[in-house]
């Protein structure tokens, strides 16, 4: 009987042991989570870093908790007693049958053992037999196991499984509870356990089915909910964020909050609460964060909610107050307002329109976010002040852009911008109704804003901008447009501004530390005295396009400033001498400005000056200097020049471009004129240039250009000597000479090794040239005009199959070449000349497996009908271009109709034609007929020139086309603009 009680008692101590470790306090950690809420009107659930999760002690139920996760506060702690005696009935009877198990496993386990005789007569001469060892006497028992054996052993492996299926089918039961709640409804669901189980569990036995099974639901959202729905969710029993928008529920299926100690995030947005409603809420000491937004509550509801309970309000972390009844005059000055010591993020409304209003930020040491939005209230231009102070933390201010709001700032280290708030406000418009653009700032005064880097606001009622101990203030954009009710399609309305605003923007920044950079841009600042902003040093960049600005508001700039980057574009400066104002900047890095109509530049002794640039600062292109009309230039000792070059007028009276050692690129479509100067350009890697002014004088240093890599020269007079000095072991990888003196000599001094691309037309070159270009193994592009090209070395330049334009005129290929051209796999451009493109030669060309082939240009040949249908019809991708080489009217009018057809229009003089409704289109001449093309049927054959004249065409003259569209303007009085092309394919 001993031996019962003594296994009995050590089964219950073990049990109770366990027991007694499951009740004990233990920090509990979500190890997975699934689901996630939805948002709804802008708003986000779980407005807390993270809803925190407790210490809690009870199995199977808890009967404590406490909250601990707000530092230097008293932790919140929730104890039931009932559960407490729950637990122990529970533990108790766990305990009694298991104890009762184990006594009738021990009462009907049985054995008997072999003992030898104890009073044997050991006579004199016998021999004596010793006792029996334990281990003998073990072998003689006699074991039995039962059916009792058969239960214990059962019953501890069951006992993991049977956990498991419970927690599984408890998880699945608490997944159709959430699931019920309506389809306007969202929930997150978390595995919660124990941090030190979840800290020391092996991966293996804490796998995915196992998280499943402890998965419960613990956070919900409703949208306009229906009774049962809100029942629902908060009779669940781990529920943390209960969120409910809108909807006419009854509110006495709140009744059970107050019983649901876990819950630390409530939001009850968009209808009205009753006094009852706010009991509850007050009953709530837990919570984290609370969101009463579009609700009947005002600053005396919040008053009462919180007055005499210290601890619960130093708990509160988010409070959302958006469109509510709440006066942010009397709030900012509630005693319980500053006690909320740990807020994170705080939402107030707007004003009422046509309200002032006052709100002064008590100092917050926890605060991170504070927003001033309303969704529901229209356009005010009456004052919101606004005072925030000695907020460490504070690192987002928003405020709604249909508000006017004067700022005063101080002691907010960590704040970088001021947001403006537009959410839907745009979407409630009225028709043609119009909002400022951005934020709506009549004074913004800010002191010690460290961290403070930009600032956007709307100006036209601008008093007074002051913002000092800002170091890193870099970007300033004050703007007068607003938007209207068709913002989503670009609508914009740009507003006056008045004389007071444009002082203040000036002045201020005068009296700013900083910015670094401020866009002006669609400003108006004619007048203004623009030359005051000289005495901020911090001031680099200063973007003035579309301000109406003229030259003589910007020559007050002029002055040993700090200025890097000035932009003007859109100014009617009329034909101010650029460089005249670049040279009176003497730091200045880039200019922004219209250089379309510049006809003459000058820049000279500049140590900082990068570019001209023709673009704006906010373009995503490169920066370059394109001058299409500037028939002077005078560029002259500038050492910190970038920006590519490239000139587009028709002549030249003056071009000097002297010491710019950092120039990459330069690029002169026209002829260069008497007297050039292109010299000190040792960084060029690109260079494009021609006529007959350019000689051996203007390119007398350009070998000593080492970076030269693409090398572009038309028409020049450069001797093969000069040739031969500049080409001399260059590592040149493009090289284009066309009507130029260059020879086989001169070709041969360059290295062919990195030769990419090669052009030769019309130069003094011949087949050793070609065979000392085809040594590169890289060459992709070949050119060779009016070069005889044999068989032998023609079948050389075939076997490049990685040749992607070729260009053979004035060679003769054999039947078999053109097979060969025609299986070329990579060969994108062909130019041919004297060929006779017929049946025979369009099935080579078809057939020869060519894919790639986009563009085939035939010079001074003939092409029959049918063959060029056929070739077209196979290659799809396939473009004619036609020079000299005449195919039949209408097949050259269908080719053209599906943009098949590279022609040669002029848009520098398009003629355009009436049609029947008056509306003017473009006509095009054909490439190799010369008739007049168009699509829109035999209308009144007027065909008006560019200077408005009209010029009767004959019936016969126009071509009709297969369907195409043009892009449909109207002609511009004199000067009207050809249309572009775009397929209906």
């Known amino acids: 009987m001993r031996s019962y009680l003594k296994h009995l008692g050590i089964s219950g101590l073990v049990l109770g042991v366990l027991l007694l470790a499951g009740n004990l306090p233990m920090r509990l950690k979500s190890v997975y989570t699934e689901g996630k809420l939805q948002q709804w009107e802008g708003e986000a659930y779980v407005l807390s870093d993270s809803p925190p999760l407790p210490v809690a002690a009870g199995w199977p139920e808890d009967f404590y908790l406490r909250y601990d996760d707000i530092a230097n506060n008293e932790p919140f702690v929730w104890w039931s007693t009932a559960a407490l005696l729950r637990n122990v009935g529970v533990g108790s009877l766990i305990i009694t049958s298991v104890a009762s198990l184990v006594f009738f496993v021990r009462r009907k386990r049985s054995g008997s053992t072999v003992e030898p005789k104890s009073n044997v007569e050991q006579d004199e001469g016998q021999i004596v037999t010793p006792p029996p060892t334990h281990w003998q006497r073990l072998n003689r028992v006699n074991i039995r196991f039962g059916i009792a054996d058969m239960l214990l052993a059962t019953g501890t492996v069951a006992m993991p499984l049977a956990f498991y299926q419970w927690q599984n089918r408890t998880s699945g039961n608490d997944l159709k509870t959430a ?226 709001c004067s700022l005063d700032l101080s002691n907010l280290p960590k704040l970088k911008s001021i947001q403006s708030y537009s959410f839907k406000t745009i979407l409630r418009l009225a028709r043609r109704q119009s909002v400022p653009g951005t ?123 700090t200025l890097r980057t000035i932009s003007l574009q859109g100014n009617p400066l009329g034909s101010a001498e650029i460089g005249k104002l670049i040279s009176g900047m003497p730091k200045l890095e880039r200019w922004h400005g219209d250089l379309y109509q510049l006809q003459r530049l000058r820049i000279e002794n500049h140590e900082h000056v990068r570019g001209v640039v023709d673009r704006l600062p906010n373009e995503n292109s490169p920066d370059r200097t394109h001058l299409p009309h500037c028939d002077a230039l005078r560029l002259i000792n500038l050492p910190q020049w970038v920006t590519p070059i490239r000139l587009d007028a028709a002549s030249y009276r003056h071009l000097t471009i002297q010491d710019l050692p950092k120039l990459q690129q330069l690029v002169i479509d026209a002829p260069v004129c008497k007297d050039t100067v292109l010299s000190g350009l040792h960084g060029l890697t690109t260079i494009a240039v021609g006529g007959k002014y350019l000689d051996d004088s203007v390119i007398d240093d350009w070998p000593e250009y080492s970076a030269l890599r693409s090398l572009r020269l038309y028409g020049t007079l450069v001797s093969p000597d000069g040739f031969t000095k500049l080409l001399n072991n260059k590592k040149l990888t493009l090289v284009d000479f066309q009507d130029s003196k260059i020879n086989d000599d001169a070709f041969l001094s360059m290295d062919p090794s990195f030769l990419a691309s090669v052009t030769l037309i019309q130069t003094q070159a011949t087949e050793a040239s070609v065979r000392h270009a085809l040594k590169s193994p890289s060459i992709t592009r070949l050119n060779v005009h009016d070069i005889s090209i044999d068989e032998s070395l023609g079948d050389q330049i075939l076997n490049r199959q990685q040749l992607r334009s070729l260009g053979l005129n004035g060679s003769t290929l054999t039947p078999n070449q053109f097979k060969k051209v025609a299986a070329m796999p990579a060969l994108e451009t062909l130019s041919l000349s004297s060929v006779h493109l017929d049946m025979s030669l369009a099935t080579t060309i078809a057939n020869g497996g060519q894919s790639a082939l986009r563009t085939l240009t035939l010079v001074d040949s003939k092409a029959d009908g049918p063959a060029v249908r056929a070739l077209m019809r196979q290659l799809r991708g396939l473009k004619l271009e036609l020079i000299r080489t005449e195919i039949p009217a209408v097949l050259e009018g269908d080719l053209f109709g599906s943009g098949r057809l590279v022609t040669e229009e002029s848009p520098e003089n398009p003629l355009y034609c009436r049609g029947p409704d008056g509306m003017m289109f473009p006509i095009f001449k054909g490439a190799s007929t010369g008739a007049f093309i168009t699509n829109f049927g035999r209308f009144t054959p007027n065909m008006m020139n560019p200077d408005g004249s009209f010029v009767p065409i004959s019936e016969e003259s126009f071509l009709m086309l297969t369907p195409h569209v043009f892009r449909e303007i109207r002609a511009k009085d004199t000067e009207p603009t050809v249309l572009s092309l775009e397929s209906e394919e």
């Open 439 to 561: 934020l709506w700032i009549e004074s913004l005064t800010g002191h010690q804003l460290p961290a403070f880097e930009e600032a956007t606001i709307y100006a036209p009622d601008l008093r007074q901008i002051r913002l000092t101990e800002t170091p890193r203030f870099r970007n300033l954009y004050p703007a007068v447009f607003s938007t209207n009710s068709s913002y989503y399609t670009g609508g914009k309305q740009f507003d006056e501004i008045s004389r007071e605003a444009t002082e203040a923007l000036v002045e201020g920044i005068v009296q700013s530390d900083g910015p670094e950079k401020i866009d002006y841009s669609t400003v108006p600042l004619q007048g203004a005295k623009l030359g005051r902003l000289l005495k901020n040093d911090r001031v680099q960049e200063l973007y003035l396009h579309d301000c109406g600005l003229r030259l003589e508001d910007i020559e007050h700039l002029s002055g040993d400033s």
């Open 179 to 404: 699931q019920a709640m309506g389809p306007d409804s969202s929930f997150t669901r978390e595995a919660i356990i124990p941090a030190i189980i979840a800290d020391w569990m092996p991966d293996f036995l804490l796998n995915q089915s196992l998280k499943e099974a402890l998965l419960r639901t613990t956070m919900v959202s409703l949208k306009a909910p229906k009774d049962q729905h809100v029942s629902t969710a908060i009779s669940l029993p781990h529920l943390r964020v209960l969120a409910i928008g809108g909807g006419d529920y009854d509110l006495e299926q709140l009744a059970p909050l107050p019983n649901c100690p876990r819950i630390t995030s409530l939001n009850l947005s968009g209808r009205e609460l009753d006094d009852s409603t706010l009991t509850r809420i007050r009953m709530l000491d837990n919570l984290r964060d609370l969101v009463l937004s579009r609700t009947n509550v005002s600053h005396i509801t919040i008053e009462r909610l919180f007055e005499q309970r210290i601890e619960a309000v130093s708990r509160l972390k988010y409070l959302g107050l958006i469109d509510t009844g709440v006066e942010l005059s009397p709030l900012s000055n509630s005693p319980v307002f500053t006690t909320m010591t740990s807020l994170t993020c705080l939402e107030l409304p707007r004003p009422m329109p046509g309200t002032d209003a006052e709100f002064v930020l008590p100092p917050m040491p926890k605060l991170q976010r504070l927003k001033f939005i309303s969704q529901d209230r229209g356009k005010n231009s009456s004052i919101l002040k606004i005072t925030v102070n000695d907020c460490p933390q504070l690192s987002l201010l928003s405020i709604g852009i249909m508000q006017k």
